[in-house]
């Protein structure tokens, strides 16, 4: 069976040979893997990067505290923030505390990060290897 010339005169019909298909190659163009897929040895690399994770707890009073929880990310580590103080039942206070935590999650959204809270006066925010 020849791929590349002519066919010569004492070769048979085509009717006996089998046709040889091309397989597809992607190349740089192959899909890439579904990023909904955990993939356990990135997420291992990924936790040995980090040389300790710790949990950092602080009292949640302003806007002042927004830099403390994003560094605390940057690092890795596990911030618990106390909300009792801007959850007293005020209107002013509440609305404080939810401009507080819409800054935090937007400035902690490229890392990945978790915010949820655990009960009325605790949050929690996580990096993004912790899953909850």
């Given at each position: 069976m020849r791929l590349f010339g002519r066919k010569s005169s004492?070769?048979?019909?085509?009717?006996?040979?089998?046709?040889?298909?091309?397989?597809?190659?992607?190349?740089?163009f192959s899909p890439a893997v579904?990023?909904?897929?955990p993939d356990p040895t990135r997420e291992c690399r990924r936790l040995a990067?980090?040389?300790q994770i710790f949990i950092r707890s602080r009292v949640l009073e302003s806007l002042n505290d927004v830099p403390f929880v994003v560094r605390e990310i940057q690092k890795g580590n596990i911030v618990l923030l106390d909300i009792t103080k801007l959850n007293d039942g005020r209107e002013q206070s509440y609305l404080e505390l939810k401009r507080i935590v819409e800054r935090i999650r937007g400035e902690t959204l490229s890392y990945g990060a978790d915010i949820a809270l655990v009960n009325d006066g605790c949050l929690i925010v996580t990096p993004s290897f912790v899953k909850m």
């Open positions: 004492n070769q048979s019909s085509s009717s006996d040979q089998t046709a040889i298909t091309p397989e597809k190659v992607l190349g740089v579904d990023a909904l897929q990067e980090l040389e």
